[in-house]
């Protein structure tokens, strides 16, 4: 009988080792991501006449909030027993993996409101911004997870699938089958996305005409298609067995739920969520 065809898929996940640190393709990608949140705001604030104060803090504010939260998320969403029971290893075991994107979500949230708050911005301008960055950079994280072969799908006859030969959990339960490769799947989304909301600003300025706009669409792409692909992916943790939805979809519904609302809401062209440039002087600094 003929085997269906598969990709083989034999990646290492070190890019190099320095004085026997091993620096991975993972981390470089959440760096990545990181520097491109950073220089698309840069972009941002000076399409739009702010300040350069506006777009030096984004980096302090947005990184330390998003590692903070996707490390948390990580422990508390997907091992809370395992990590309460020994808390200092949500510090020492973070080069053994573990970040989530529902946590780097909920921290980039509350990072942004702060930033805001210090730049007399409307919390809603940081958040339709930001996710232009977010779409991009969750690709980049998701081309990480390839890289290190972690977070694939169920097993697959497509001819697209993948056998993840660096993989324990691979080598261990599906030797010899191919799986979805989730991680591409979820970042070709994030990209469509991505090109979606950067026409939106760019072309259509629809950040400043429907204040609100793009952030509802960047949490429908980001989230909606996460739910969906949670139904070929295999379960992250032992305790999801028998879910009718997983953890990720679960944690996904509130930000599609706030999604959808927020579209709503900017469809009703709420000037309240514009910026008031009476903050800056008229040299670009906060008054």
Known sequence: MLQPLSIVWEFDPVL??????????????????ILMGAKFFENFCKRESLPDSVSDSIFLY????????????HCLFYDPVGYLSQPWTIITGFRDGGLASHGAAIGLLVGLWLFSRKNKLP???????????????????????????????????????FEFHSSNLWQAYYQGMAMHPTQIY???CYIITFVVLAWLYYRRDMATRRPGLLFGIGLQGIFLTRFFIEFVKLDQTSFEAGWTLDMGQW?????????????WKSCRNNSSWSVDRRNFDGKGSRK
């Open 16 to 33: 190099f080792s320095l004085f026997g640190l091993e620096i991975r393709y993972y981390g470089v990608m959440w760096m990545l991501a």
């Open 251 to 263: 944690l996904s519904i509130p930000f599609i739920i706030l999604g959808v609302y927020i579209i």
């Open 123 to 161: 919390y809603i301008w940081s958040l339709d911004r930001i996710m232009i960055a977010v779409a991009i950079g969750g690709a980049a994280v998701r081309f990480g997870n390839l890289f290190n072969s972690e977070i694939f799908g169920c097993a697959t006859t497509l001819p697209w699938g």
């Open 62 to 73: 947005g990184t330390l909030a998003t590692v903070i939260g996707a490390r948390l998320g």
């Open 186 to 188: 979820e970042a070709l």
